[in-house]
């Protein structure tokens, strides 16, 4: 495993994108932050600035939110669900078409290798949007057969429609940006509602860019508005404010926690997808050569900075050893480098800070008596690099194998118990519940543990198995609410009831 921090010379449409003066996309425009502040930009893989962004401010949001309750009831809200579901059709093809653009930047802001830029961004930007764009034509109501106590005869008709819950503040993170701004515009859009998008502070470039998308497809001014800003000005302000009447939030368990707090003012909906401490379950029948690079893959994907990391791993007593050295093989051959580097398989953490923060839970599993097999330094030089790090021999008694870390941090816990139902409360022992995985030839003991397993998402033989149409969201202080599927459409329309009497 070698790490390298060589400068990428950016193409020359992602020069001139990173030259440009970044500012705030407010009403189909584009304007500078209130009090002229700006975000510095950071390659993670150099360490080196790259852009400046407009940093929006409190009265920043104010306007944007003020564009989106306007362009509510203005042009957009007169769209008929086929033309709503052409224009979010359009924004899938430019995305499309933009796509290595859309991949370098994604690289340069976030820092994760290049394959996994592109794939995420088309299958979950592109393919995304299109199948949102699929639900604008099939969002239904009801007719009801019903008696109200003053129509006599029941002479009357009542039926239901589905109308936009309004005014939308997504804030999301930055593990995976362009794709977590698609998940937040999409059944939004597809809804018939307005957005006022907050990028992660950390890496605003993408969400950027797909503001010009928006204007380049002719989505009306002021549907899509968006406004990079530091959590606690910009997200804080838009939590609270009364003129949004839903927060759409991925993140952290304990900024989910203040987005509730803030959102209580005037009783906004809120869904929020928060952290994961994901189990996979691998009994002695399973097929080890799947085990091995689904565990480490599911562990170390996006440097593990991702919500569904399987950076809990059971194994039972009779193939442990086996399966804690294949996995700590491959995460040891794994190259480390810049994310546009072509032979790159995991790049950097995001930030210094971020950085710090996994090298102190490494040194907590160290004084608690886990056993480090590989990893848990930084390698010399620039970038935010760390190699991947696994612990054998762990238990739920460590604060490694109990809080997310959210860095390319592994914990393996060994098991005997016959009992599925002991296994289960082991996996069950945190305080997350998002997504786990049960390895076993036997499909009865998979659906067993499936049942007893309290998570939003379970997989049998794979890990985070995730796709548009699959539902997905936590249990517990996981999060509230599901994204993607059908279900994902819900949080964004409300149900009117309308009776008439004949």
Request: glycine fraction near 10%; proline fraction near 6%; charged fraction near 20%.
């Amino acid at each position: 495993m070698s790490a390298a921090s060589t400068a990428h010379t950016p193409s020359p449409a992602a020069r001139e994108f990173l030259a440009r003066r970044h500012r705030l996309f407010i009403d189909g425009r584009w304007v500078a932050a209130a009090d002229g502040g700006e975000i510095v930009v950071h390659d993670p893989a150099t360490e080196g600035e790259i852009a400046r962004v407009a940093c929006a401010t409190e009265s920043d949001v104010d306007q944007a939110v003020a564009a989106a309750r306007r362009a509510l009831t203005g042009e957009w809200s007169r769209l008929n669900s086929h033309q709503r579901s052409r224009l979010i059709w359009r924004l899938a093809d430019e995305l499309e078409a933009n796509l290595e653009l859309a991949t370098e930047l994604e690289v340069l802001d976030n820092g994760m290798p290049r394959m996994v830029a592109q794939y995420s961004i088309a299958r979950f930007g592109c393919d995304f949007l299109r199948y949102y764009a699929g639900w604008c034509t099939k969002i239904l109501g009801e007719t009801i057969p019903v008696a109200p106590q003053d129509v006599p005869n029941g002479e009357s008709l009542t039926y239901t429609r589905r109308e936009p819950i309004g005014v939308v503040g997504a804030i999301i993170p930055w593990n995976s940006p362009l794709v977590m701004a698609t998940l937040k515009l999409a059944p939004a859009l597809a809804a018939g509602c307005t957005v006022v998008l907050k990028p992660a502070e950390l890496t605003p470039l993408t969400a950027l860019l797909l503001g010009d998308l928006v204007r380049k497809v002719g989505i009306p001014d002021g549907v899509v508005n968006i406004v990079p800003g530091h959590g606690h000005v910009a997200g804080a302000a838009l939590a609270a404010h009364d003129g949004v009447d839903k927060i759409a939030f991925t993140g952290s368990t304990e900024v989910g926690r203040k987005i509730l707090l803030a959102a209580a003012g005037n009783l906004k909906r809120v869904t929020l997808e928060l952290g994961g401490k994901s189990p996979m379950v691998v009994f002695p029948d399973a097929d080890l050569e799947r085990v091995i690079p689904g565990a480490t893959r599911g562990a170390f994907f996006l440097q593990g900075q991702n919500c569904m990391a399987s950076t809990r791993l059971f194994v039972h007593d009779d193939v442990f050893d086996r399966v804690v050295e294949g996995v700590s093989a491959m995460a040891q051959a794994f190259r480390l480098g810049p994310g546009m580097a072509p032979d790159s398989e995991l790049g950097p953490l995001i930030s210094a800070d971020q950085r710090e923060r996994v090298l102190g839970y490494v040194e907590a599993g160290r004084q608690s008596g886990a056993e480090l097999v590989c990893g848990g330094e930084a390698p010399p030089g620039k970038g935010y690099f760390m190699r991947p790090t696994v612990f054998g021999h762990t238990n739920m008694g460590m604060k490694i194998a109990r809080e997310e870390i959210f860095g390319p941090v592994l914990c393996v816990q060994s098991f005997s118990d016959s009992d599925l139902k002991a296994v289960a409360d082991e996996a069950n022992s945190t305080i997350y519940g998002l997504s786990a995985s049960v390895w076993t030839r036997d499909i009865s003991t998979a659906h067993r543990m499936v049942n007893l397993i309290d998570s939003g998402q379970v997989s049998i033989n794979c890990h985070a198995a995730v796709d548009p149409a699959i539902p997905f969201g936590g249990n517990r202080q996981s999060g509230w609410g599901r994204e993607f599927g059908r279900e994902g459409l819900d949080p964004y329309l409300k149900t009117k009831a309308t009776t008439v009497k004949f």
